[in-house]
């Protein structure tokens, strides 16, 4: 009986230790490939309303545009 408990044991030891190996090498290399990005500041169109972060936005006379034609349209509107 003692010969039995000991080999569960070692499989459990081994499958353990083949397991944490495998989490902390899954786990460095997911952490090479993840780009992190810094939180970026979101603007509203002026337009729509649709929110967008600023370095996709357009600016013009302190207002922000999600597109080109946003900014066409809110131009016509003004004249």
Known sequence: MTKYLLLIG???A?????RKSRM?????AASHTTVQRDAERMV?????????PVSE????KGRYYCSAA???D???DDA
Do not use: K, Y
């Open 10 to 12: 070692l499989v459990w």
């Open 14 to 18: 081994v499958w353990w230790f083949w």
């Open 24 to 28: 902390s090498s899954r786990g460095s």
């Open 44 to 52: 509203q169109c002026t337009r729509c309303g649709v929110n967008q």
């Open 57 to 60: 936005s357009i600016l013009v």
């Open 70 to 72: 946003h900014l066409d």
């Open 74 to 76: 809110s131009a016509s």
